[in-house]
């Protein structure tokens, strides 16, 4: 019986993850001193999904469209679609909880931030100039907007090149792919790192005088995870849409939740996807494009830590102001940065909507650091695994709709 054990946890990489996580956590509460040397193994591990992400969502990018055939269908207006219906969704989400029980901040000194944009033009305008960045510097700085810009006009350009052009391209995509899972195959030894890391930091401490608003948070979020996202799930699978929410959830969210990264996330969702027989021509644009865009996660940190303040401040929030900042968290989600504590710079943006200064402001984007150990992973995991959660959804969707068999989870 032991073998079978040894033997279904050798074969798992879940059950590896799992154990790596408990035995990080024992390890910061036994030996917190070995905790912080063995936190290396964390930073090489993030180091190395974001370092092959770039290339990985090139390639493939490229090779998908140069190899695109006229007359063959893809997913991604779908995908689209969902990832504007979701993140809308979850803004709304957050402003009737925070409604429902409002919670106040604890005012700190207001951290010294750069490059806070200053309305909703601002934030589109960045994301416009991130597509007409230089390729090279795209892939240097794994900006994916531009990135995938470029990737989307190279592919178009090589579709009527020599078909070994395009055979090299794709046989360069498998090449990464192949690399990007043997990172993968390393994750448990990452998150063992990044976990004993992060709890013998003693930063939990820090969080007592917010937990009514990490409840909130993570409450909002986790409803956003197991209610709603199933239930757009299901209007394109017509399933039971439990097992392949789980599944995103198990394989994807695990990993953002400690990498707090959508950016680093990117090559497990493609392994992901990949895994779960998704069309390539639609995955390989929609995930990386929706660690960018698809962020339902930050629609809600922005919602409840703005409401927060404006319930700190006694300010009254009436239903036509409530429904503006579901949208204008909704569209200033879209350009949060996928790294860590990307979303907490477009809350002062959504605090202007009831007149609070952008001192006040900051103060709440220092409130967001505080948290942000539980709230950006918490997120991130959110964002990251509903990128490849949607995309099974347009494939699966469009999969019943032509009567073809959906391949089990």
């Not at 360069?172 to 990452?190: F, S, Y």
């Not at 990498?259 to 090559?267: D, K, L, Q, Y």
């Not at 989600?333 to 504590?341: Q, R």
């Amino acid at each position: 019986m032991l073998n079978a054990l040894l033997d279904r946890i050798r074969r798992s990489l879940v059950l590896q993850i799992l154990l790596a996580l408990v035995a990080g956590g024992l390890l910061a509460w036994l030996w917190p001193s070995a905790a912080d040397s063995v936190s290396i193994l964390g930073t090489l591990f993030i180091s190395a999904l974001k370092a092959i992400a770039p290339v990985l969502v090139f390639l493939l990018v490229i090779a998908a469209i140069s190899n695109h055939r006229p007359g063959q269908e893809t997913q991604i207006k779908p995908v689209l679609w969902l990832y504007a219906v979701g993140t809308l969704a979850a803004a709304c989400v957050a402003v009737a909880a925070s409604t429902l029980f409002p919670s106040v901040i604890h005012f700190r000194a207001a951290p010294a931030v750069q490059g806070v944009p200053g309305d909703i033009t601002q934030v589109l305008m960045n994301v416009l100039k991130s597509a007409f960045d230089n390729p090279v510097h795209a892939l240097l700085e794994a900006n994916y907007i531009g990135v995938l810009a470029w990737a989307v006009a190279l592919g178009i350009a090589l579709r009527h090149a020599n078909p070994t052009t395009r055979t090299v391209l794709e046989d360069l995509g498998q090449a990464i792919t192949q690399i990007i899972q043997g990172v993968i195959r390393l994750a448990p030894l990452g998150i063992f790192g990044l976990v004993a890391a992060t709890f013998s930091a003693g930063g939990l401490e820090a969080l007592k005088d917010y937990t009514q608003l990490l409840l909130v948070l993570v409450g909002c979020m986790l409803f956003v995870a197991l209610v709603v996202n199933p239930a757009i799930v299901w209007t394109q699978t017509r399933r039971n849409p439990y097992p392949l929410t789980l599944t995103c959830l198990r394989e994807s969210a695990v990993t953002a939740f400690f990498t707090r990264s959508s950016a680093a996330n990117i090559p497990v969702n493609l392994a992901l996807a990949r895994k779960l027989q998704l069309a390539e021509e639609t995955y390989s644009i929609s995930i990386p494009l929706g660690a960018t865009i698809n962020m339902a996660g930050a629609a809600i940190t922005i919602s409840v830590l703005t409401l927060a303040a404006a319930n700190t401040l006694g300010i009254a929030v009436d239903i036509p102001t409530a429904l503006l900042l579901c949208v204008v968290s909704a569209v200033c989600a879209c350009g949060a940065s996928g790294v860590a504590g990307g979303s907490l710079l477009l809350i002062p943006l959504a605090c202007s909507l009831f007149g609070i200064s952008n001192d006040l402001a900051m103060q709440v984007v220092g409130v967001g650091y505080v948290i942000g150990v539980i709230q950006d992973s918490t997120e991130t995991a959110l964002n990251s695994s509903t990128d490849v959660l949607f995309t099974a959804a347009a494939c699966r969707g469009a999969e019943r709709r032509q009567g073809l068999e959906i391949p089990a989870v």
